[in-house]
């Protein structure tokens, strides 16, 4: 029950502008603070008992201004609500929500080893491989004693093709924990790039010897007898079961992909695993990379595989492999001027790859310009025969002579890549 209570003020009476207790503020606060200054100029008259009242004068005078002035401090995030977000992400296979989040927060957890590894491992499964060594250069300042900081290190500067310092990296984090078998299972991939194939078999077996659980160490044997020992059905069940351990995780999922295609030519499944990763993940360039590459070669459905690759490029502009595939599928779609903006692209940012300067001297005789084809086929026939790509030398050799250009027979007939 609320009482009435009479108006204190007339119908007529009107509240003034200029407040009586700010005015007051802001002229007896001067004159204290002046008066304050005359003592402490005479403060060896008055003694301590005046010191400790002119300081509680300034305070007074301080903490007036300040509340009358300073606006209201806005509230800062709770950090731990959204690593939690970013740790729910990352369990249920939103690997690219979770960078963002990580990214978001990573000055407010400066020696937060799991979001530091989380963000080197996410953006290097992205395709960032600068930024992922970046991050990982952070999981070791965050915690140089760390085993797991100095794998996740060793992995980074391996998939960066700096084979020796990711040897190195990863014995520093042996040295710290003997018994990692993440450790071991990137130093195993270290050495399967340096080519040192026995090294790598007797490292992952010592991997998984340590833990059989070991997502790490079951892709690292898959990849060894897929690409050195060419156990395909072996590196099959080894992607598989290293998928089955850790299926958020989207590389896991583009293994897989990769050896049902190129090995058993299982093409609708491997599109299944990839279109998974980008539902969840639509700015995966590795996985729009491939998928654009199964809808051109394995299904030749030119128009998919051109959307997934366009992705790709919006996603990653300096992504070389999708700039020249992007290429050679819009010349399939006849789109010449589209396809030579996008192969000279791919050559202007360092490729070095025969198929892509192959293909930008067809398109430009395609255009009618053999002036200016000459010169990339001469340089596709060149990487041709130094890399054993004989098809892109022959092929080259082929358009050279349909522009008048004569050249020594170095290489025997072969197909014509596509």
């Not at 802001?26 to 603070?33: D, H, R, S």
């Not at 979001?115 to 992922?132: F, N, T």
């Not at 990487?383 to 050279?400: F, K, P, R």
Request: aromatic share 8%; charged share 20%.
């Amino acid at each position: 029950m609320y009482l009435r209570t009479p108006r204190r003020y007339t119908r007529g009476q009107k509240r003034s502008p200029i407040s009586l207790r700010w005015l007051w503020l802001w002229l007896v606060t001067p004159l204290a603070v002046i008066g304050g200054l005359e003592v402490y100029s005479r403060r060896d008259e008055f003694g301590p008992p005046v010191h400790q009242a002119i300081y509680q004068v300034f305070e007074g005078a301080q903490r007036s201004l300040a509340t009358a002035i300073a606006p209201t401090a806005p509230p800062s995030p709770d950090p731990a609500l959204q690593l939690e977000r970013a740790a729910a992400d990352w369990r249920e296979g939103r690997i690219e929500a979770a960078v963002n989040t990580y990214r978001a927060v990573l000055d407010s957890v400066p020696n937060n080893l799991e979001v530091h590894y989380r963000l080197a491992l996410g953006l290097a499964m992205q395709g960032d491989l600068a930024e992922a060594l970046e991050a990982a250069e952070r999981a070791i300042t965050a915690d140089p004693f760390s085993a797991d900081a100095w794998a996740i290190r060793a992995m980074v500067l391996d998939w960066n093709r700096r084979y020796g310092e990711a040897i190195a990296s990863a014995l520093r984090a042996l040295e710290i924990n003997p018994r990692s078998a993440r450790a071991l299972a990137f130093l195993a991939e270290a050495y399967k790039d340096a080519d040192q194939p026995q090294l790598a078999v007797d490292t992952i077996e010592r991997a998984l010897e340590q833990d059989p659980d070991s997502f790490e160490a079951y892709r690292v044997r898959g990849l060894i007898r897929w690409e050195v020992q060419f156990d395909f059905s072996g590196a099959r069940d080894d992607f598989r079961a290293a998928y089955e351990l850790a299926p958020n995780l989207p590389y896991l999922a583009l293994d897989l992909a990769q050896i049902n295609y190129y090995a058993f030519q299982e093409t609708e499944e491997a599109i299944g695993l990839l279109r998974d990763v980008v539902e969840q993940n639509p700015r995966n360039a590795p996985a729009l990379l491939e998928l654009g590459r199964y809808y051109y070669s394995g299904l030749g459905n030119f128009a998919q595989a051109s959307d997934y690759l366009s992705r790709c490029i919006e996603v990653a502009p300096e992504n070389i492999a999708c700039l020249g595939l992007l290429g050679r599928v819009q010349m399939s779609l006849d789109q010449y001027t589209a396809a030579a903006a996008n192969l000279q692209r791919a050559i202007d940012l360092g490729s070095q790859s025969p198929r892509h300067y192959l293909w930008a001297g067809r398109t430009q005789i395609a255009l009618g310009n053999c002036a200016a084809a000459v010169p990339l086929l001469q340089r596709s026939r060149e990487l041709g025969l130094a890399t054993g790509d004989t098809e892109a030398a022959t092929a080259a050799e082929g358009n050279l002579q349909e522009c008048q250009v004569a050249v020594p027979e170095a290489t025997s007939e072969a197909e014509a890549p596509g």
